[in-house]
């Protein structure tokens, strides 16, 4: 069973601190996404990373993926309030057509 | 507005009925995905439909059925309801491009209550 392991489950911070989120996995992924769910909505996409060793920025977040493919962090710097949501990391290994979720880093940003 | 459409958006039934959740896919897309998320469970893959066939499934349960129409709309079935069946159900589309996924679009979800 592939899994997709996040770190932490749960984040509560001050606006304006920086954080890093991580997803894990034993597998190997031809890509990796990172989505952010709002309650009672669907998630919503941020980004995708393909390539080991990649790095993306959107605005004040960075996303890197494993040199090896088999894991992500997100970065977020000087959080704010809007940044609250439960953040997920997602992906399809190789070969399964088994698109599977991450367990969630649930994240609260206080003004 | 993402594109997927989910109907209903909120159902209420009692334990050992059956119920039929639709799922329009966004302009274009052939995949469609069904996701069950509960407090406890994240979000769980059940399904996932490519151009009218059935091609992985994940944690389904033998009470829920699905399938893809010609028009590409999906409906799953969930029948002898169980208050465990209590959750939110996401359906979510892709296009088929060869390679690495590059990620779904997700209706707003159906939210079943079984009392």
């Known amino acids: 069973t592939q899994l997709l392991e996040q770190s932490p489950q749960f984040l509560s911070i001050q606006e304006g601190e920086n954080l890093t989120v991580y997803c894990n996995s034993s597998s190997v992924f031809s890509s990796l996404q990172w989505y952010r769910q709002e309650p009672g909505e669907g998630p919503v996409l941020l980004v995708t990373v393909v390539t080991g060793g990649e790095v993306k920025k959107l605005k004040r977040l960075t996303f890197q993926f494993g040199d090896a493919r088999k894991d992500s962090s997100l970065h977020i710097t000087a959080a704010q309030p809007g940044d609250t949501g439960l953040y997920l990391c997602?992906?399809?290994?190789?070969?399964?057509?088994?698109?599977?979720f991450g367990t969630g880093t649930r994240l609260k940003v206080l003004a | 507005d993402s594109g997927v459409t989910q109907t209903p958006k909120h159902l209420i039934t009692a334990t050992g009925q059956r119920v039929t959740l639709r799922c329009s896919p966004r302009s274009g897309d052939l995949s469609v995905y069904w996701y069950q998320q509960s407090l406890d469970q994240g979000l769980q893959f059940l399904i996932h439909y490519y151009n009218g066939e059935e091609r992985a499934k994940g944690n389904i349960l033998e009470r829920f059925s699905a399938q893809q129409f010609p028009d590409l709309h999906s409906e799953l079935n969930l029948s002898s309801l169980e208050l465990g069946d209590s959750a939110l159900y996401f359906c979510?589309?892709?296009?088929?491009?060869?390679?690495?996924?590059?990620?779904?679009?997700f209706g707003s979800g159906t939210r079943l209550t079984v009392v």
């Open positions: 979510a589309s892709s296009p088929h491009v060869p390679g690495p996924s590059y990620g779904y679009t």
């Open positions: 997602a992906g399809e290994a190789s070969g399964t057509y088994k698109y599977i």
